[in-house]
Structures are given as structure tokens and as C-alpha cells.
Nanobody
Framework: EVQLQASGGGSVRAGGSLRLSCAAS????????VGWFRQRPGKDREGVVC??????NIWYEDSGRFTIAVDNAKKTLYLQMNDLNSEDTAVYYC???????????????WGQGTQVTVSS
């Protein structure tokens, strides 16, 4: 069964950093496209980055504060977030095969996501 699970969220002060993990089962990251999304309070889900199997990633959050890395041995995709601010407070999701700047489709197959809270 193909699955993704996001984790690593938490509470951090403005200016701090967090590293989110997206653990895969049933596939290899290099073979599939994965989207990182977030949903801020009261807002629709928005894309953070599209991690494409071609290696030509698309950054929707283009402030330059976030980076990605893959550990194929652990089958985990990481989202490193630096210099966080209150606008980054959101539930973050990783989703297989979906990339978009904004997403309005069904989400019943999405995982629970991981909460990131940034306080000033």
C-alpha cells in the first residue's frame, strides 16, 4: 500500500527553524511526485513545494527560507523551514501525486498533517 505520513511539527518562536518529515511506504521518492501543502487558519490549502521525480522542483513558497532533502535509505522527504514567522503557522501535509499553488479538491485521502505553530 502506498502511503505518506507527515510529522515533525511543533511550536517555535519567530525566527526559529523546524524540519518536517514525510515518510513513504510502498514507493520510492525518485519515482513519484510529491507535494508539500499547508493550510493556514481560515484559509484554503496552498502548495509549498512540488517535489517532482524529474528533479525540477517547483517552489510555491518562494521566500528562500525553505529547502527540501531526501533520504532514500530512510524513505523520507524532509522540509527544512528556517526563519519562521507567524504566517507560517499552519497544518502541513505531504501528498502523493498532487502539486498545485492552491488546492480546492477532495482531501479525504490526505493524511492528518502536522501542526506548525509560530509565536512572536
Amino acid at each position: 500500500e502506498v502511503q505518506l505520513q507527515a510529522s515533525g511539527g511543533g511550536s517555535v518562536r519567530a525566527g526559529g527553524s523546524l524540519r518536517l518529515s514525510c515518510a513513504a511506504s510502498g514507493f520510492t521518492f525518485g519515482d513519484r511526485t510529491v507535494g508539500w501543502f499547508r493550510q493556514r487558519p481560515g484559509k484554503d490549502r496552498e502548495g509549498v513545494v512540488c517535489v517532482r521525480n524529474s528533479g525540477d522542483n517547483i517552489w510555491y513558497e518562494d521566500s528562500g527560507r525553505f529547502t527540501i532533502a531526501v533520504d532514500n535509505a530512510k524513505k523520507t522527504l524532509y522540509l527544512q523551514m528556517n526563519d519562521l514567522n507567524s504566517e507560517d503557522t499552519a497544518v502541513y501535509y505531504c501528498v502523493l501525486g498532487i502539486c498545485a499553488r492552491q488546492y480546492f479538491g477532495p482531501t479525504d485521502f490526505w493524511g492528518q498533517g502536522t501542526q506548525v505553530t509560530v509565536s512572536s
